[in-house]
């Protein structure tokens, strides 16, 4: 059964920076591109970073310059460094393939509040 654990989230003032994890099971982590997708209030879930098995890494331009993706395939494990968070920043964040493989390997996120 493939699952994703999302942890880390949080509130965070404008400015400010929060680190998010992302522990995956039930596949052969390494292989995979792992990518980390947000979802505000009211709209549609969408791609934030993802990072290949060999490490490239493609950002949105909405925080390109602000987040850091890496990954540690010996701990199956993505992160999500983010800085410089803005309140457009806030939704939940998770983390799944890209693409994604099944709907039903979503896991339940972690929320991210960037407010003063």
């Known amino acids: 059964q493939v699952q994703f654990t999302e942890s880390g989230g949080g509130s965070a003032q404008p400015g400010g920076s929060l680190r998010l994890s992302c522990a995956g099971s039930?596949?052969?982590?390494?292989?995979?591109?792992m990518a980390w997708y947000r979802q505000a209030a009211g709209k549609q879930r969408e791609l934030v970073v993802s990072?290949?098995?060999?490490?490239?890494?493609k950002y949105a331009e909405s925080v390109k310059g602000r987040f850091t993706i890496s990954r540690d395939n010996a701990k199956n494990t993505v992160y999500l460094q983010m800085n410089s968070l803005k309140a457009e920043d806030t939704a939940v964040y998770f983390c799944?393939?890209?693409?994604?493989?099944?709907?039903?390997?979503w896991g339940q996120g972690t929320q991210v509040t960037v407010s003063s």
């Open positions: 799944n393939r890209d693409p994604v493989v099944s709907e039903d390997d």
């Open positions: 990072i290949s098995s060999d490490g490239r890494t």
């Open positions: 039930g596949i052969n982590f390494r292989i995979f591109v």
